[in-house]
């Protein structure tokens, strides 16, 4: 089925607001537990992708940056899908793998939840489920029928959303007989959930592969990098550096 | 060797075989009490895998806490098995006689204890059970033999085997004087057991050759296994503190120098329990303590060396690591206890000839130096996760639950109780080793003086 | 002298019509022997060792002919790559004879009996620490300055600057070696002095000063051995690392890795105990003292060196799989660098010479191990793998251009030795053991005092049918 994609995501920093859509757009994509306020103090919240928020300025008192010299920086970390996954090899079980089109893919059924994958991962993208996730009855509605709900045990990361990725495959491809591109996949609404939440575009998805394709063009642009490479993780995910208002106008 | 008294094989056999038969209301006291905090252990357990592991302080990032510091130090301990029995059987070091088979036991129990550390850790421990073993030929579904949790299972599964082989070889003999002064049910198992020695001489060849093979080929099973379980932390490159060439040897001086000093530990109990004062004596534990000298001095020098070349790389992760074990309260605090409890105190100790001789202070000095290992391990394992890469959002602390609490000491309960049960059935003191130590000993005289000599078999 | 025991253990063998190979010192020497046999070969000065001396020095000679000229190049930060082989010459001398000497104190500690013949062999290597004090200082001149790169040092300036402390430490490691050495020959410079005449007489007269062998005397000899023992250990320990650290680590952008030092500490002290070993066959056979090194010596000697080799190989993994595993880009041009490409060559010597071949090859065989060609054997490929070992480790450090980058970016080529490299190499090797052939004809190559000690300790005796040695344990 797989026509020789290498899905692959660009960040536009520039963009983000940290408005955190894309969080809760995850959220309700993925059927992830929802996250209570005493889970985020004890450290077991789900978030597939996060936005890490850091604080810069030029006044600095004791490390500490002054109004209103200060600025605040967002960037959305979600599982970088790294070619070169450190938490590929460490798994006992294969639970974790590197599939063809690029994707780290996590088998919830075989995994054991031995937790070494987490720590092996530098970008902290990986979740274990501590308990049993649990809705209130009112809420069963909403969940997604094409995800599956994790057991306690297990553990979980951000898929490209590819129940989504799969759907396109077998309508464009399998039943159309078309071939796959950025059109087509905003056409049928098969980008991940949080690059279709964004509002400003910071979240870029397509095929790596399709020199076309928008993720493609801009992985190239002379603003990109790629978080933590020299740890040599060879991510698919191309950031792309914000530009600062005084210093553009030096660019 | 100067307090050695010339004992008879009936009052041998008496002294050493006197537990099988009878055991004291002191035994039958601490038996008790130790079953009853491993139920309790049992029990926490059961709850956990029950209920989940959010009943532990288990959190993101620190996903390994107590249990796999406990995991590794009783990996740790069991190292002391092969030190004593081996390297000491193959130096010919006469001293070793009244400690080979309590140091193989304590390997053989701490060995299966801690295996069961990273089981009930798991997410789904019914899984892990069987599903990190090769069985699954018909799907084609493998472990993944690039893990280093799957060298662990093969790695400690040989080193449990040939211990057990070690400790049945060098039974056998002490079997057959079993099976000859029982009756009735326990001698039909020790019959079986003993595999028909008669004790002629082409026998005792076997055994001996037997038992110099296994010594020389568990030493290097003895090395791999602490190193292997170290490539468990060692081959991550995220956490930085744990990205260091020097775990493997590390982690191994570190277990033997717990693993001896446990054995210290033990011999102590079991000469107090067992009234053992003819067979362990102060030569033994001042022995003991020069050792533990060399390797005291040895695993600070790898100590020395890892903590160094982690702050030299400069790499922020780690230093804000080692910022953490040694500036954060209550890290700090640990890190205190850690490096007077594990080396400062026990060194100084030991350096004084009436400190090694006197069995209370060997005994303090042998536990404080266990308290200081199991923190060591604690500082490697949570501090390191705790500030892992530049994510300074992600970054946590960790406190263990109850339910961890409760399982960690059900180990020690669990390895000590196991160790008091086996003393039930078979001789913890080898009584061949014993009475040829009194064949090969003998006296010369220098001038006046006699000194004791010892035959070398060379 | 009878058996307080009820076995069947008999009174000394006094007979000589006996075929185990065991060191039976007590029926073949006397205390008397002892001394005349060692003061013989002592004052023996033949024409083949005056030859030896003299080829040993004008190769000397022209090795520092050689430095000297180069030297005039430029001694200094920028002309480091000049000296990269004087660097891994320096280092396998460093590391094999500054180890020499813990040997003996490890064996003395150990309180084994069967090192007695090797003791004074083994410490006779501190003499070459000489050597090492002067190659160490032009090489301490090329070292860069630390800012900008990682470094165990925080100020290059005094009293932190790492030249001083590596000065001061390679220093009083010398001068600890050379005090171990001169207490340890006291007993033996006193016996010598009174059975010859002529210069070495009084130069042994002289230094044996006012020992006469009294009771106090030997308590403080002893003392006094055992504790500058453990102190030279713990020194030596700590340069190696040191000097490992900072001429080779701290030069290689990128490169972290703990176990290095000790690394290098564990092949000196490999290396040190196949020189002994080298160096004891030697003796055996040109000095005529075969009665004194019995198979024993180098059969014990080869189980501590089989484990030595597989501690090497040890030590090794851990480090090529640390880095080897995660893929990291910096830590994989590292190893191409010192292993896989471009000084792999070195790399295959090393790891034959130091691990597959003594080990596989030779010491895991029994006949082999039982045997003094055999162990002998076994330390040359050692001392071979030990000298390529600091080859590929001291000459791509040496040779970085950038101390100062983040990481090694592209894997440099291997720079083989030029004609002058060749020159300096053989010239030191040749001033090592020339400086050692020198001094063993001022201190007795056997140590005298320890032999006569062993004998008041050994005993042959009969257990059954056979018979055993049977050693004396005091403590």
Known sequence: MASHHKWGMVVDIDRCTGCQACVMACQAENNIAVNEEVHFLSRRAHQWIRIDRYWDGDTKEKGVVTWPDVKARFIPVLCQHCENAPCEPVCPVYATYHNNQGLNVQVYNRCIGTRYCANNCPYQVRFFNFRDPLWPKSLWNHLNPDVTIRSRGIMEKCTFCIQRIRRAERVVEGQRGEQLDDAKLKAGNWMPACVNACPTDTLIFGDLNDPNSQVSRKSQDPRHYKLLEELGTDPNVVYLKKVDPQHAQHA | MQEAKVLSYRQINKDLLGNIFKSSNRYWLIVGFLTIIVLGAFAAAGYMINRGLWVTGLNRPIFWGFMITNFVFWIGISHAGVMLSAILRLSKAEWRRPATRAA???????????????IIHTGRPWRTLYWAFPFDFQRGIWPDVRSALVWDPSAINTYLTSSIMFVFVALIPDLAVLRDRSTGLRRMIYTVLSMGWRGSPRQWKLQAIAGILLSALILPVFVSVHSIVSFDFSMTISVKAWHSTIFAPYFVIGAVLSGVSGVVTVMIFIRWLFNWEDYIRREHIDALGRLLIVIALAWFYFFALEFMFGIYGQEGDELATRHMQMFEPPWSWL???????????????????????????????????????????????????????????????????????????????????????????????????????????????????????????? | MHSTHSLPIGDDVHTKDYKVQLSVHGEELDSKTIIEDVSRGFFAFG???????????????????????????????????????????????????????????????????????????????????????????????????????????????????????????LLGLVIAGLALLFVSALPDWLQTSRRGQGFRAGFAGVFAGRWTGTEAQWKLHR??????????????????????????????PGWKDAIMPAHQALTGIQSALALVLITAFLVRTFGGYKKYFPMEVFWSSSKILMALCLLWAYFWFAAFMTFWYGRMPVEQTIL????????????????????????????????????????????????????????????????????????????????????????????????????????????????????????????????????????????
């Open chain 3, 47 to 169: 024409a083949f060792y005056k030859l030896a001396l003299l080829a040993l020095a004008a190769l000397f000679a022209v090795g520092i002919v050689v430095f000297v000229i180069r030297a005039a190049d430029g001694l200094g930060d920028a002309s480091r790559h000049q000296w990269d082989y004087l660097a891994a010459v320096f280092a396998f001398i460093v590391s094999a004879a500054g180890c020499a000497p813990l040997i003996a104190v490890a064996l003395r500690m150990t309180r084994n009996h069967w090192r007695r013949p090797i003791s004074r062999i083994a410490e006779l290597y501190a003499v070459v620490g000489l050597l090492s004090l002067l190659m160490f200082i032009p090489l301490l001149r090329v070292l860069p300055p630390i800012d900008g790169r990682r470094t165990l040092w925080f100020t290059d300036e005094f009293p932190g600057a790492p030249v001083w402390w590596n000065f001061f430490g």
């Open chain 3, 223 to 252: 003392a006094v051995l055992a504790i500058m023992g453990a102190f030279y250990f713990l020194l030596l320990i700590y340069m190696l690392s040191i000097i490992n650290t900072d001429f080779v680590m701290s030069l290689v």
């Open chain 2, 335 to 458: 890190f205190l206890t850690f490096i007077i409890t594990a080396f400062f105190i026990p060194l100084g100790l030991w350096l004084f000839r009436d400190v090694r001789r006197s069995f209370l202070w060997m005994t303090i000095t042998t536990l404080l130096v266990n308290v200081g290992m199991w923190l060591e391990r604690f500082l490697i394992i949570v501090p390191g996760l705790a500030r892992k890469q530049g994510f300074t959002g992600t970054w946590h602390t960790y406190a263990p639950s109850a339910v961890e609490i409760t399982i960690i000491v059900g180990t020690f309960a669990m390895v000590l109780l196991l160790f008091l049960l086996f003393a039930k059935v078979f001789p913890l003191i080898p009584l061949f080793d014993i009475k040829e130590g009194q064949v090969l000993k003998d006296e010369i005289k220098i001038g006046r003086r006699r000194v004791p000599a010892v035959i070398r078999e060379d």
């Open chain 2, 104 to 118: 193989e036991v304590l390997t053989i129990f701490s060995l299966m204890t801690a295996v069961t550390m990273p």
């Open chain 3, 336 to 475: 191409k660098t010192f292993m896989f490409e471009s000084y792999f060559i070195p790399f295959l010597i090393n790891i034959f010479c130091s691990w597959l071949i003594p080990f596989f090859g030779l010491l895991m065989w029994n006949p082999v191990r039982k045997s003094v060609w055999g162990p002998t054997l076994a330390s040359c490929f050692i001392l071979v793998g030990a000298f390529f070992m600091m080859v590929r480790l001291y000459v791509p450090a040496f040779n970085i251009e950038d101390v100062t980058a983040f990481s090694l970016e592209t894997v440099p080529a291997a720079v083989t030795p030029n004609a002058g490299d060749i020159f300096i190499i053989i010239g030191a090797l040749s001033g090592a053991v020339f400086l050692y052939m020198l001094a063993a004809k001022f201190i007795p190559i056997i140590s005298i005092w320890e032999m006569k000690e062993g004998l008041l300790y050994q005993r042959v005796r009969t257990l059954f049918r056979s018979r055993f040695l049977m050693v004396g344990k005091p403590d």
